[in-house]
């Protein structure tokens, strides 16, 4: 019986997870569950399937624009816009939050007070619409093989991402990467994201051929490697808002990669 229980725990402690992890990372509709310790353990394993959605509504809005004959404009505009209307822009507020941040060229200990405040300066605004004028370019150049492919960037930049949470040294004890890195099971979380990971790069590579899977995945550990190098040099660690500044720019990265590749 004790056995039973304690199975049945497990079970809900992975559903309560999975809400956490879609609560927070997404604007997907979903139950309200009390966020414990439980819960919170295992909530970033589930981070990669918010991507995941994101790159099924990406093929399918593809597939439907080419079947109601959609021009290229509104197709390129609207794809552009979904991810930031699934994920509620959550890893784009990161991006601006940095983006003051760096620009600022101030000590690391005044550039986490900048993160911190909700205002948004004149550097994240211009930077912004250039990245989305960049997102526009890149997406506009995808041809329609690149479209099953693209849906493997959007779960690989948050494998990345989530193990980076539970991994790298964090700038400070409070915020939102130091909330779940703590509540995390880490082995459980990196095995994980490792995990998706690896399926990530197999279905581009599947879905892509083998000059697209490298050149993305190539792409996708650059940038990786040059965020851990600067959250540390800059920052003295990584935040929930460098996770998400490395999300867009990887993201970024890889589609522009798929679009010379394919």
């Given at each position: 019986m004790g056995k039973r229980k304690e199975k049945g725990r497990g079970n809900i402690s992975l559903y309560e997870s999975l809400v956490i992890a879609f609560s927070m990372y997404s604007r997907i509709p979903v139950p309200q569950v009390e966020w414990t310790d439980a819960g919170m353990k295992y909530a970033l394993c589930f981070f990669p399937l918010t991507g995941a959605v994101i790159g099924a509504a990406e093929v399918v809005f593809f597939w439907l624009a080419q079947r109601i004959g959609l021009g290229d404009m509104a197709r390129v505009c609207i794809g552009t816009a979904l991810p930031l209307l699934v994920t509620g822009g959550i890893h784009m507020d990161g991006f601006l939050d940095v983006t003051d941040a760096r620009s600022s060229c101030q000590p690391a200990e005044r550039k986490l007070e900048i993160m911190k405040d909700p205002h948004a300066g004149a550097f994240?605004?211009?930077?912004?619409?250039?990245y989305l004028l960049l997102y526009l370019a890149v997406f506009g150049e995808l041809g329609e093989e690149a479209f099953p492919?693209?849906?493997g960037i959007y779960v690989l930049e948050r494998a990345m991402s989530g193990w980076s949470v539970v991994s790298l040294p964090k700038a400070r004890t409070d915020g939102l990467a130091s909330t779940f890195s703590r509540g995390a099971q880490k082995q459980a979380v990196q095995v994980t994201m490792l995990f998706w990971g690896m399926a990530a790069t197999g279905y581009l590579f599947?879905?892509?051929g083998l000059r697209a899977g490298i050149s993305a995945v190539a792409v996708a550990f650059l940038v990786f490697l040059w965020y851990c190098r600067m959250a540390r040099r800059e920052f003295g660690g990584i935040t929930g808002d460098l996770a998400g500044y490395f999300l867009q720019l990887?993201?970024?990265?890889?589609l522009g990669a798929l679009a010379v590749a394919l």
């Open positions: 994240a605004i211009w930077k912004c619409g250039l492919a693209m849906a599947w879905s892509g990887c993201e970024l990265g890889m």
